[in-house]
């Protein structure tokens, strides 16, 4: 199976259309729409409906004092504004906060997490990016784009995104899977990692395989992709086929790694990570 598109949390695609960045056009005349307020990896969302839902209007009272709010996008028409709060600040008065990260439980929709991941992705970028990383000048935004130009040598940067491969290892009816001492007890996820200089996505799986978990594979095949804003991975997941060799497992970078029965897979990644996305539709042969 391969779909065209995967409508993961934290990809644009998740919102369809509704929403277009703030690259191009006129910056709104006034602070007013949709209001993603951000406060240490939560979303502040209305306080007394059950589903979660975006403060709109002004900004909300009490929501000020982490700096200038700015111009995200448009959101079904209507501005949406991004805003940090500090966080020591209290709860402003008729918002509650919703944790934005899946392994927390988060019980925001698909296109909440779409939004508060481009808004954090976004204050992100605003905190690295006001000097110049060649001469540390002060930076300007370049109009029509989210990158920097420095003000003294002209050096434009943009967004910083890693690449990270994500594999799912297969031989048969069983699958190769790893889990981190960070993990919860008993939760295996995938093989994954940063690529390097010079690499290929497909050379980067054969060598994150080879170096986490000692084994060969083949058959290297890309099944879908996820921006992860935590704070900043493009994560490209891939199956591939088991080739030989014995699991022998990187201590450095995996607390365990072993084959798993498809019919017996212990409790995995977040249904909202694209790690959950490629067991759930990969792992059965
Ligand atoms: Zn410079």
New binding site residues.
């Given amino acids: 199976m391969t779909p065209e598109s995967v409508y993961l949390p934290f990809n644009r695609d998740c919102l369809r259309g509704t929403f277009t960045p703030a690259k191009r056009g006129t910056k709104p005349p006034d602070a007013r729409g949709h209001w993603l307020i951000v406060q240490d990896q939560n979303l502040l969302v209305v306080a007394d409906e059950s589903t979660p839902c975006l403060p709109q209007g002004t900004l909300p009272e009490g929501c000020a004092g982490g700096g200038e709010p700015f111009w995200l996008g448009t959101l079904d028409e209507a501005p949406c504004w991004v805003s940090v709060l500090p966080a020591d600040a209290p709860l402003p008065a008729g918002l509650r906060r919703e944790t934005l990260i899946p392994m927390k439980g988060t019980r925001l929709p698909d296109e909440l997490l779409s939004l508060g991941g481009m808004a954090m992705q976004a204050l992100h970028w605003q905190s690295t990016s006001a000097h110049?990383p060649?001469?540390?000048?002060p930076t300007t935004r370049i109009e029509g784009e989210w990158g920097k130009k420095?003000s003294?040598?002209?050096?434009e940067h943009y967004p910083h995104l890693h690449p990270c491969v994500i594999v799912l290892v297969r031989d048969g009816h069983r699958v190769l899977l790893a889990r981190k001492s960070t993990f919860a007890p008993g939760r295996y996820a995938l093989v994954a990692g940063f690529v390097d200089n010079g690499e290929s996505l497909e050379g980067c799986v054969a060598r994150e395989v080879k170096e986490e978990v000692g084994v060969d594979v083949k058959d290297i095949t890309y099944v879908g992709s996820q921006n992860w804003p935590f704070p900043s991975q493009l994560m490209i997941g891939f199956v591939a086929t088991y080739a030989g060799g014995d699991v022998v497992i990187d201590r450095d970078e995996l607390e365990d790694a072993r084959w798993f029965d498809v019919n017996a897979l212990p409790p995995g990644p977040s249904r909202h990570s694209i790690a959950g996305y490629i067991i759930e539709h990969y792992a059965r042969p």
Avoid: E, N, P, V
């Fill in positions: 110049c060649r001469c540390g000048a420095c003294r040598c002209s050096y």
